[in-house]
């Protein structure tokens, strides 16, 4: 029987850290545009890759034009030849060198090497271009007593950071941190604070209720390759840039007209849920009083049983944009997916450094996207059963 994101969680998982604002969600110094932006197809895919993958959501292109690519569900790392539709597995499963248990994400890295996130291992593996595996390091890491940072990148720059999100503790924060943890050395540090989604608290005979409200309004963010963050705002619609350096620039606020959530709503954001199936995490202490932490996900794949929507809370419209992680393409703009009526085809908003809405793409159905090369843009569709596809467009 497939399982569905839980509706109710009792507690809240806390981890604390002492963050500074670096962005609001007011657009402050940035102006109102009603500069309208004719969206446009992004057009036809040149290359589709035959065979499916369990679950894909992120694709690092290689010098040489193939596409590396993790399947956490299929447990491989697979070099894909998107022209010849072939895919290789490099390395294998294991837990020695040039072997992961399950690898979930890679990312871009210093210079011409990649970052591989091997949850099963709970490491971090520096892979190069010849993709040989590399150094490698934890992904929990403790500092003495103190709570320890899971370093499970939301980004990565060029620079050797991570990016990752710190959300709090209880009673639920409004916003989160987005730490940037040196992953070649032993820095970590806040870079800004982002606004979180709406909780409902329910006190009850059992027990404290945190309660999420689905399609409540939450910032996202990204970064670039020379460690600038992006926030796309939620509460006027737009997005902030973050320098290295601390300066921001606050980009102009966008008009759009909210969309009531419907019943469809409800499914297709389920369903995604769904899809994503989360990462759980599971600590304890060795034999040898060694701290142990180990990491795996998990997909439900699309639900065999009647869903009630009234076990979730709601908002009443949907937010302006979708809450998963902005990309940033090679010419430097940042790609927020919009959202807009179930059954609605995909649509991406560009906006350039300056925080200007630039271009509008559209493609069909429910499409993701997963990654850039220097003059692609990578793409992840589903099929009936959930599972992955890997497209290939031309950057715009």
């Known amino acids: 029987m497939s399982s569905l994101p839980a509706a109710r969680h009792a507690g809240w998982a806390v981890a604390a850290a002492l963050c500074v604002y670096a962005c609001g969600d007011s657009g402050t110094g940035g102006g109102t545009t009603d500069n309208f932006v004719q969206a446009e197809s992004l057009g036809p895919a040149d290359a589709v890759f035959p065979e499916d993958f369990g679950y894909v959501h992120t694709a690092v292109e290689l010098p040489d034009g193939h596409v590396l690519v993790a399947d956490p569900l299929g447990k491989a790392l697979y070099r894909v030849d998107m022209d010849d539709g ?63 940072v ?6 990565v720059d060029g620079e050797g950071n991570a990016f990752v999100s710190v959300l709090g503790g209880y009673p639920p924060p409004d916003s989160g941190a987005i730490l940037r943890v040196g992953l070649t050395t032993a820095a970590v540090d806040t870079v800004a604070r982002y606004k979180l989604r709406e909780y409902e608290i329910t006190e009850t005979d059992d027990g404290t209720y945190v309660i999420p409200i689905r399609l409540s309004p939450q910032d996202a963010w990204g970064v670039a390759p020379d460690g600038s963050v992006v926030i796309a705002r939620a ?10 350096n601390g300066a921001v620039t606050y980009g102009d606020t966008i008009p759009y007209a ?13 369903r995604a849920a769904q899809r994503h199936g989360g990462i759980s995490m599971d600590s304890g202490v060795s034999e040898d009083g060694a701290r142990t932490t180990n ?58 450094r300056s925080g200007q809405l630039v271009r509008a793409l559209t493609l069909e159905s429910d499409r993701i996207v997963a990654g850039f090369g220097p003059a692609h843009v990578y793409i992840v569709t589903f099929d009936e059963l959930d599972l992955a596809y890997l497209e290939r467009y031309r950057l715009p």
């Open 295 to 352: 990491f795996s996900r998990g997909g439900f794949g699309p639900p065999d049983e009647e869903v009630d929507y009234d076990d979730y809370t709601w908002h009443d419209v949907k937010p302006a944009f979708h809450n998963a992680v902005v990309r940033v393409d090679p010419l430097g703009r940042a790609w927020v997916r919009r959202h807009l009526p179930a059954d609605s085809d995909t649509r991406y908003d560009l906006f350039n």
């Open 150 to 155: 899971m370093v499970l990148p939301d980004a």
């Open 258 to 270: 909210p969309v009531p959530v419907t019943r469809t709503d409800m499914a297709e954001d389920l």
């Open 86 to 148: 072939t895919r290789t597995v490099v390395g294998g499963l294991g837990e020695g060198p040039g072997e992961y248990l399950q690898p979930d994400a890679v990312w871009p890295f210093q210079g011409d090497s990649i970052l591989l996130v091997d949850l099963g291992n709970a490491r971090l593996v520096r892979i190069g271009p010849d993709l040989g595996f590399g150094a490698s390091r934890p992904i929990a890491t403790f500092a003495g007593d103190e709570a320890p």
């Open 235 to 244: 509460g006027h619609y737009g997005v902030n840039w973050m320098a290295p």
